[in-house]
């Protein structure tokens, strides 16, 4: 083998082990710009894009019609570093998950929470997770859903501001997320557990 021809191989192996290791998950859990934001704290976590997904509706839009979707955030992360167990524990911490309304301030169905499953094991990780809250709080009623997953809807063009929002507008996020009374509403359910 050629030398060009020998290294194109290992290149070409090198991606492919790379994209093996990069796996992804969808939740929703309120406001995507929050669910952005604590996602992309976790170590092993290499992206998080906020969107919809959940719905029927194709592309749909912020500021048009997104009905029947919930905001979601598809998190993009290193199977070897971090497991979908692991993401499965914090996404729980980062919740309200007694809300049948939505998220903290936020009401209505795009607000809703939900564990979007892409296989069987997925499914059953986050059931057994879904179970665990409710062995914990066994005089509350879990309202957080476990759909399967569906076409996930990146928020893009004139409505890419959305993306990475907390880092764009840091003050007016910081704002918004301490006047929805996130962080107050966390801390109440999971303790020292709730990471800010």
Known sequence: MKKTGYIAFLLLGFLLSAHVLAAKAV???????????????????????SGFTGGTLENPTYNGNH???????????????????NLLDYYWIHI??????????DKGHSYLSAIFVANKEE???AEASRQKVAAEFPDKKIATKIPDAG??????????YHQDYYKK????????????????????????????
């Open 151 to 160: 076409i996930f809807y990146p928020i893009k063009g004139k409505e890419s």
């Open 123 to 125: 499914r059953k990780l």
């Open 96 to 105: 309200d998950p007694f809300d049948n309304r939505g998220q903290f301030c």
């Open 27 to 49: 939740f929703a859990g309120g406001c995507f710009w929050c669910m952005e934001s604590d996602f992309e704290k976790l170590a092993g976590v290499s992206d998080v894009v």
């Open 169 to 196: 507008n840091p003050l007016r996020y910081k704002f918004y997320r301490w006047n929805c009374g996130r962080d107050q509403r966390l801390e109440e359910i999971w303790g020292e557990r709730a990471a800010h």
């Open 67 to 85: 009905q029947g979707h919930y905001e979601a955030v598809e998190v993009t992360y290193d199977a070897d570093k971090v497991s979908y167990q």
